[in-house]
């Protein structure tokens, strides 16, 4: 996994993420810690003006590394 994460599903589940951090599946973070054996990673969220809104324990098949070719996409945070 490189240091950007992107959520793939969702964090516990989708109601759940949404109330408590307002992250929603393509939102990117940076990996700040690596589970054992990459079984999960530490991924914190910040603004676009360097605030964090959250650091969240995700598991392997709920991030995935970016890609080439892909673009980030700019939202509102949704109020928590």
């Known amino acids: 996994m490189s240091d950007a ?3 793939t599903a969702a964090v516990k589940t989708p109601s759940e993420i949404a109330a408590e951090y307002g992250l929603s599946a393509g939102d990117i973070g940076t990996v700040v810690l690596v589970h054992r054996g ?8 910040t603004s676009l003006d360097g605030d964090t809104i959250a650091v969240v324990t995700l598991m ?7 890609q080439s070719g892909e673009i ?8 928590a």
């Open 5 to 7: 994460a992107v959520v």
């Open 60 to 66: 392997a098949d709920q991030v995935r590394s970016t």
């Open 38 to 45: 990459a079984a999960g990673y530490e991924v914190e969220f």
């Open 72 to 79: 980030a996409h700019v939202r509102v945070l949704a109020a």
